[in-house]
């Protein structure tokens, strides 16, 4: 059964960066969409950007466009989430999933890791 296994999250301040992975075990990402989401205190998930198991194409929520980054490495099984320029309201739990089609619809995720944290705090 596929596993993912998020990582790369921490304490960092506005304005800092961070690189999160998604690392997947037990099956190949290349046959997925992958997406990330993340989910603040209080709030319900919410998906931020996702990546097209075809052609390479992104999706980016409009909160996220210009400073968050998705890419693929199917020959490490990782998909990788560069986020720049971080604010406050970024924090929360960061997750990856898989999904057949290209889309944040949290509904038509199967797959998901265990989720890593991102505070952003001065």
């Known amino acids: 059964q596929l596993q993912l296994v998020e990582s790369g999250g921490g304490l960092v301040q506005p304005g800092g960066s961070l690189r999160l992975s998604c690392a997947a075990s037990?099956?190949?990402?290349?046959?997925?969409?992958i997406g990330w989401f993340r989910q603040a205190p209080g709030k319900e998930r919410e998906g931020v950007s996702c990546?097209?198991?075809?052609?390479?194409?992104?999706y980016y929520d409009d909160a996220v466009k210009g400073r968050f980054t998705l890419s693929r490495d199917n020959a490490k099984n990782t998909v990788y989430l560069q986020i720049n320029s971080l604010k406050p309201e970024d924090t929360g739990v960061y997750y990856c999933?898989?999904?057949?089609?290209?889309?944040?619809?949290?509904?038509?995720?199967?797959?998901w890791g265990q989720g890593t944290q991102v505070t952003v705090s001065s």
């Open positions: 990546i097209s198991n075809s052609d390479g194409s992104t």
């Open positions: 999933a898989t999904s057949w089609l290209f889309t944040v619809l949290t509904t038509e995720y199967n797959y």
């Open positions: 037990g099956g190949t990402l290349d046959h997925y969409a």
